[in-house]
Structures are given as structure tokens and as C-alpha cells.
């Protein structure tokens, strides 16, 4: 009886081991479209009149496709209003600390729920005030690479506001000129290049070639936070600005999509945006010290 035993035990094993490698594997497929959006809360903070904002982001399990899902039923919070200013466009990837919903000083021990459903399958979010999801800024910091006590404690967040105010309109297909102006404290300013192995002066295919690769990292997203919000743009100057197409129908194009600001300190930044189909679109400009991003949310109506 003994043997028959270990003959079953043996083989039961091997079939673990077996399935276990395959769901190792399948694990490890890269999805470019087709996968779900999970949205994720990030903690909360405090407000100085006693409120609360609570933080959210998600991650879009594909690498290619950005999934638009209009606020409704598929993109939707509860309890009050639906609408709490989520996206509707979702880039790729993990997308941390992406916006706030402000909750009332005596909102107590209720769960904020954020609902979304994208190619078929519906995740949530439940936000609440549980002490040990308290976040502050050194959080933020530390995600973007800086480390809990890497940032100077001195550092201000850059400002960035729309002179023209108000909401702005374009026919499609014009493209719609916005300016913005920024400005930063000057902290932490640039950050040192890194060392490039030496090149051949004679060889000018070589210095292409490490033109080219410092180019490539310089547009490559961060690997460790927000893909469309490129730290390494702004760490040139110590100022740089990213915009996103937040909310609305179809694709917006912009030119440049990203840019250090001359000086590090402001001043009027510009890009061109297209927008591939009509409606009511919100685009987000991030100003950027390399540490903290302040985003500006500007409303289109594009006819």
C-alpha cells in the first residue's frame, strides 16, 4: 500500500509544478489592448480646513491601447455624484496620483468607490479613511524616484495658470494654439547629466550614435511612475511641461507633447493641439519640477 501512495504523491506533485510554471508563464505575457483598467487608490490627504482628498490613479494593463470610457455606469463613483473629475482616456501602463476627490471633514468610516469597466471587465476602487492609507508629499516624492528624504524639504511646487481663463473652442481640423505660464522656485534646478563614455571625434557615426541614445532616454517615460509625465524633461532645466488628453471622444495630437522650460524659473509655454473627432474635451498641462507636477485641467469644445 506504501507504493501506490508515493506513485500518487509523486505524480500530484509534478502536476503542480507543471501548472505553476504555466500560470509563471502566461503571467509574463505583454498584452497590447484587449486587457481591463484597474483603478487603484492611493491614500488620502489632509486639507488644512479640516477636509479630506482622497487620491486615485490605475493601471492600464495594456501596452498599446487607451481605452475612452465616458463617465457613466462603466466610470462612475458612488456614494453622490458619479462624476468626481476622473479621466475618461486612459493612458498605458501605471498612472499614479492621477486627481482627487475632496470628501467632507465628518465623512467618517464610509467607502468612496470608484467603478470602471473596460473591455468587458468591471474592477473597483474602494477609497477610505483608514489611518494607515494617510499620504503626504514625501510620498509623492519618494514615487518619483527622489526617495522619501531625497528632495530638498525646501522645494515649492511649480504654478501654471491660463491667462486667456475660461473655456476655449476650435473647428476640427484646425489645430488649437494654447498658451499657458509657468513658474518654479528654482529647487531643486537641474540635475547632472550623466556621465556618456567617451566617443571618437573622428567617428562621427559614434557620436550619432550616442546622440541618439541620449535622445532615446530622454523621451523614454520613467520606469517607476507616470508614463506620461517624464521627469527626465523636466530634470534639463530644472522646470519642464507635459500635456495629456484627459477627458473626451477620439485622440488629441500635441506639438510638442512635452518640453523643458529655457531658465528652469517660467514663462508663456505654447503647443498645438489636433483633436481627431468633435465634442466637449478636457486637457491637462502638468507643470513639473522633476519632483513635484501641478496639473491645470483646460476644457475644449471642439465643434
Known amino acids: 500500500m506504501t507504493k501506490p501512495r508515493r506513485r500518487v504523491t509523486l505524480y500530484t506533485l509534478v502536476t ?20 481591463n483598467v484597474a483603478p487603484v487608490f492611493e491614500g488620502w490627504e489632509r486639507n488644512p480646513d479640516g477636509t479630506y482628498d482622497m487620491v486615485f490613479g490605475y493601471m492600464n494593463r495594456n501596452y498599446q491601447e487607451m481605452p475612452d470610457v465616458p463617465i457613466g455606469p462603466n466610470n462612475s463613483f458612488e456614494p453622490g455624484p458619479m462624476d468626481r473629475g476622473q479621466p475618461t482616456r486612459f493612458y498605458t501602463r501605471r498612472q499614479q496620483f492621477v486627481f482627487r476627490v475632496q470628501v467632507p471633514a465628518d465623512w467618517g468610516e464610509k ?5 470602471l469597466t473596460a473591455n468587458g471587465r468591471t ?53 488649437l494654439t494654447i498658451t499657458v505660464v509657468i513658474s518654479d522656485d528654482g529647487i531643486p534646478g537641474p540635475r547632472p547629466r550623466r556621465e556618456e563614455p ?18 532615446r532616454r530622454r523621451r523614454q517615460p520613467h520606469p517607476t511612475n507616470q508614463a506620461v509625465v517624464n521627469a527626465r524633461v523636466a530634470s534639463e532645466t530644472g522646470l519642464g511641461i507635459t500635456w495629456i488628453h484627459y477627458r473626451g471622444p477620439g485622440s488629441a495630437s500635441f506639438t510638442p507633447v512635452s518640453a523643458s522650460v529655457e531658465g528652469g524659473r517660467g514663462g508663456e509655454i505654447q503647443t498645438s493641439v489636433t483633436f481627431s473627432e468633435s465634442g466637449t474635451h478636457v486637457v491637462r498641462a502638468y507643470a513639473d519640477d522633476s519632483i513635484i507636477t501641478t496639473p491645470l485641467d483646460i476644457t475644449v469644445e471642439v465643434n
Open 16 to 35: 503542480f509544478l507543471v501548472v505553476s510554471a504555466i500560470g509563471e508563464v502566461d503571467a509574463q505575457i505583454r498584452y497590447d489592448r484587449g486587457q
Open 111 to 115: 467607502d468612496l468607490i470608484w467603478t
Open 123 to 175: 474592477d473597483q476602487a474602494f477609497g477610505s479613511l483608514w489611518p494607515n492609507w494617510e499620504i503626504d508629499e514625501g510620498v509623492i516624492k519618494a514615487n518619483r524616484g527622489m526617495g522619501a528624504n531625497g528632495a530638498p524639504p525646501d522645494n515649492q511646487p511649480p504654478s501654471i495658470t491660463l491667462p486667456s481663463g475660461g473655456n476655449l473652442s476650435v473647428t476640427r481640423p484646425n489645430p
Open 198 to 215: 567617451a566617443t571618437d571625434n573622428d567617428d562621427p557615426q559614434a557620436a550619432a550614435r550616442a546622440a541618439a541614445a541620449r535622445e
